[in-house]
């Protein structure tokens, strides 16, 4: 059974790297059926598609209001998708979400993480 | 960059029907896909490529896609349908996930 399980620390001071990491188990990150990807949703609001992974071709996709300080990528050995964003402020506190995607053109989501909370406050 | 256009809120009483619509300059050109999502939890696919239904969906989910809006029904709405709904699609163009605004549905 697929489970998505989301890591990091819960605080991050302003300024500094938020890094998280999503443990994939039940499938393989490295299958070339599949995307994965980070959405974020600030507390109260709607969800912000982060960025999106597919291992097989080594691509990676970005949202364009993130695009300059966002890094996604994947420890095969591990099998594991991490998330790093630096310079964070405020406005990057949110649950952040893992998903998979299955691979094709629409790139639905059909399987999430349950999400972590981040809070970036000194 | 592609926006959906939701609407914020809708109320429907119990046993109705509820339209959600997805507004996006011809979104009938794409696939679309709805999420529910409930307070605490994380969203959940209810339809995809714009009227197929997961396993476990009820068949009282169902979606449609023309022209500029897409639109997800929930019949004979229940009480434990009430969540907010996101649709989503894949902008080709632009190669990024686009969310809307999300719709939160009340059933009173």
């Known amino acids: 059974q697929l489970q998505l399980q989301e890591s990091g620390p819960g605080l991050v001071k302003p300024s500094e790297t938020l890094s998280l990491t999503c443990t994939v188990s039940?499938?393989?990150?490295?299958?070339?059926?599949?995307?994965w990807g980070w959405i974020r949703q600030p507390p109260g609001k709607g969800l912000e598609w982060i960025g999106t992974?597919?291992?097989?071709?080594?691509?990676?996709y970005y949202s364009p209001s993130l695009k300059s300080r966002v890094t996604i990528s994947i420890d095969t050995s591990k099998n594991q998708l991490s998330l790093k964003l630096p310079s964070v402020t405020a406005t990057d506190t949110a649950v952040y979400y893992c998903?998979?995607?299955?691979?094709?053109?629409?790139?639905?989501?059909?399987?999430w993480g349950q999400g972590t909370l981040v809070s970036v406050s000194s | 960059s592609y926006v959906l256009t939701q609407p914020p809120s809708l109320s429907v009483a119990p046993g109705k029907t509820a339209k959600i619509t997805c507004g996006g300059n011809?979104?009938?050109?794409?696939?679309v896909h709805w999420f529910q999502q409930k307070p605490g939890q994380a969203p959940v696919l209810v339809i995809y490529?714009?009227?197929v239904r997961p396993s476990g969906i009820p068949e009282r989910f169902s979606g449609s896609n023309s022209g500029n809006t897409a639109t997800l029904t929930v019949s004979s709405v229940e009480v434990g349908d009430e969540a907010d709904y996101y649709c989503?699609?894949?902008?080709?163009?632009?190669?990024?996930?686009?969310f809307g605004g999300g719709t939160k549905l009340t059933v009173l």
């Open positions: 989503q699609v894949w902008d080709n163009d632009s190669a990024h996930v686009v």
């Open positions: 039940g499938d393989s990150i490295s299958s070339s059926n599949y995307y």
């Open positions: 490529y714009d009227n």
């Open positions: 992974i597919y291992y097989s071709s080594g691509t990676t």
């Open positions: 011809n979104i009938g050109s794409k696939r």
């Open positions: 998903a998979r995607h299955p691979y094709g053109s629409g790139m639905e989501i059909d399987f």
